[in-house]
């Protein structure tokens, strides 16, 4: 990486597709290739085995990246200073002089690492962007004093720390009015990725068939203590409304990855007979696997299919579910949250559904009976990908120009 322009993207993420976090900056770092930029990641492993962070550097196609030690207890936390050092360590190990950028996606220890790497940012003249994609304010744990110091980290990192950065990088136009009517240099990406090249001829002939295929792929947190309508994403509604699609007669499979069976059983008790019962044989729950076994699932999947409620967490973030689904060419059912309604049009990608479910299956029921119509929607989705992240060079381009 001798002389040429860097930018490091640091943050709390997992590199390169472990979660939607690290699919995020990838998609963000293929813009920034494309601008002729030399990309390097910085992300969290719990796994990490060595103790010196320069000895966890690996390529991933164009890029290399590195891991802090992704501890979440207290102790690994609070190790503010510990983190830092192992920023600077990154740094010097990519070219300090050659970096022209850096970009946090939050923190991989408390928030005020952010203010140390805004410190070190203004001595070595490098601007620093933040890049806000949610605001998530509860831990999603039942221990209160855990939910009280995430919002106060959330509050002090996006309420203050992100507006003394060079710039912000927003999800959702929500985040990109908010830190815009604070006066911040302010950029609105939602998450992208590279869209599929074309539809497969086998994956054509399956089309054909009569029965239809939803899909749902997340790393959806399920704990006793938690109620159903805390949940980011309602698989719970999903649920029911394919057993209302059953009763309309629509012959389904609803893949569900990500989340156990047993698992969702036990959280939802109200759910077991629908799930054992009603849907025995619609309805298939195949947990946590690889991102290439997903990938393949979406294949032959007609839909993907997503419920949320309306709540500032929903409102400020962005589904990248949604983005992953368009780019591999399977159009999305979702209602509307964020400003999804910038992207999905009905019956071309998509379907916004009603929050009301009588009239949400109605207009699902009616979809699934016309499989020219979702082949037509099928190909639209690569035909004009929404998510491909070339259709964001420009836009990025001109932020940084503003930047210097």
């Known amino acids: 990486m001798e002389n040429t322009k860097i930018v490091l993207i640091a943050g709390n993420f997992l590199f390169p597709k472990g979660n939607a976090a690290g699919k995020r900056v990838l998609g ?40 802090f030690c992704g501890n979440r207890s207290a102790r ?7 983190a830092f050092k192992e920023f600077i360590d990154v740094a010097e190990d990519i ?31 490098i601007p620093i962007v ?12 039942d221990s209160r004093i855990k939910n009280i110091i995430k919002f106060i980290d959330t509050n002090y990192m996006k309420r203050y720390l992100a507006l003394k950065c060079d710039g912000v990088i927003a999800v959702s136009s929500y985040l990109y009015n908010y830190y815009k ?24 002939l ?6 239809i295929y939803f899909i749902y792929a997340g790393a959806l947190p399920l704990s006793s203590g938690l109620k159903r309508k805390e949940l980011k994403d309602r698989i719970d509604l999903s649920v029911e409304l394919v057993a209302e699609l059953k009763k309309n007669g629509i012959d389904f499979v609803f893949d569900i990855y990500g989340i156990e069976k047993e698992i969702y059983k036990r959280v939802i008790p109200e759910h077991v007979k629908i799930i054992d019962k009603e849907l025995s044989g619609n309805i298939v729950f195949h947990g946590v696997v690889s991102n290439n076994e997903v990938c393949k699932a979406f294949e032959r999947a007609d839909f993907m299919l997503l419920n949320r409620s309306v709540t500032k967490v929903t409102t400020a973030g962005f ?12 159009p999305v ?8 309604n910038d992207y999905i049009k009905n019956y071309k990608n998509g379907l916004i559904i009603s929050f009301d479910q009588e009239l949400a299956v109605k207009e699902i029921s009616e979809l699934c009976m016309n499989r020219g119509k979702i082949n037509k929607m099928k190909e639209n989705c690569l035909k004009e990908c929404v998510f491909d992240y070339h259709r964001y060079e420009d836009k990025m381009k001109l932020f940084l120009q503003k930047l210097r």
């Open 28 to 67: 963000i770092g293929y813009i920034l290739k494309n601008l002729g930029y030399e990309v390097a990641f910085a992300g969290c492993d719990r796994n990490r085995q060595e103790q010196d962070i320069k000895n966890t550097k690996k390529k991933y196609g164009d890029f290399y990246y590195y891991n």
């Open 76 to 82: 690994g936390i609070m190790n503010v200073k510990g």
């Open 95 to 125: 070219g300090e002089d050659n970096i022209s950028l850096v970009i946090l996606y939050g923190s991989p220890v408390l928030a005020c690492w952010i203010s140390k790497v805004l410190h070190y940012g203004v001595k070595r003249n």
């Open 130 to 141: 933040f890049d806000c994609v949610d605001w998530i304010e509860k831990s999603g744990f």
């Open 181 to 204: 009517h604070k006066g911040c240099k302010v950029i609105e990406i939602p998450p992208v990725g590279i869209k599929r090249s074309a539809i497969s001829e086998n994956t054509r």
């Open 206 to 211: 399956e089309n054909k068939n009569k029965k």
């Open 319 to 330: 589904p990248s579910k949604i983005s992953e689904s368009l780019c591999m060419g399977v």
């Open 333 to 340: 059912i979702v209602n509307d949250t964020s400003n999804l």
